[in-house]
């Protein structure tokens, strides 16, 4: 019972409580849209439905022996690794086949990656460059560099859409993969999950809507500016 009625004295769901009353009490089309909106993002049952969308866009594979991966960056410093770019690794080698492939990263920074990866794996050849500030621009970095038709290209979850986008946009022959991350996962809907509402699901939202914004305003300004290709140290 105390997992029950213990959410519903969440601030969010108290919010969510005031929003119902004062539908119930002053009756305007604005409060019971505003309710409904609140309602809808932040249920769990409904974003689950859409973090099982979004997580079937991209599917998994085996990596086979010889393959070319790209890791695609994910900040650091000269020191060490984010916990975004040592997620990406620490799952990347788990991937690598024991038979050997090769595996280039696009990183200011590339020691701390090559050294964390030579420190999980021993069958890799690395190859690490900067590939620019964004995901765009590391794009076309490897378009850039001639020969390389990556097999697989690795990101997080999150990017894995916008990421997937541009591996079509560059007809390149890859297969993109990602690491989970907490946002993307199933969160379980308990007996009273159709009464409430979730903080999780809203941060969910919000870093589906920035993936999606990023890409249009990149596929709206492409043509006429220049912010999506590297500039020279």
């Not at 794996?121 to 001639?146: H, M, P």
């Not at 038709?149 to 591996?167: C, E, G, M, N, T």
């Amino acid at each position: 019972m105390k997992d029950f009625f213990e959410p519903f004295l969440y601030p969010h769901n108290l919010t969510l409580v005031g929003l119902m009353l004062a539908c119930f009490c002053y009756r305007k089309k604005g409060l019971f849209v505003l309710l409904v909106f609140y309602y809808l993002a932040g249920n769990t049952f409904f974003a689950n439905q859409l973090r099982h969308w979004y997580v079937s866009q991209v599917s998994s594979y085996a990596i086979a022996p010889g393959s070319v991966v790209v890791l695609l960056g994910c900040g650091g410093t000269e020191q060490g690794l984010t916990a975004c770019a040592e997620a990406r690794v620490q799952h990347l080698a788990t991937l690598l086949p024991k038979e050997g492939s090769s595996v280039v990263i696009t990183s200011q920074y590339c020691k701390p990656y090559v050294d964390k990866l030579h420190s999980l794996v021993s069958n890799v050849a690395i190859d690490c460059f900067d590939g620019g500030e964004n995901t765009y621009q590391e794009f076309t970095s490897l378009s850039q560099r001639k020969g390389l038709r990556p097999d697989y290209i690795l990101s997080s979850d999150f990017h894995a859409w916008r990421v997937k986008q541009l591996v079509k946009q560059y007809r390149m022959p890859s297969q993109v993969l990602s690491v989970s991350s907490q946002t993307f996962r199933q969160i379980k809907c308990s007996a009273n999950c159709m009464l409430t509402v979730n903080l999780s699901n809203y941060d969910f939202y919000s870093k589906l809507i920035s993936e999606f914004s990023s890409f249009t305003v990149y596929s709206l300004t492409r043509s006429w500016t220049d912010w999506y290709t590297p500039h020279p140290a």
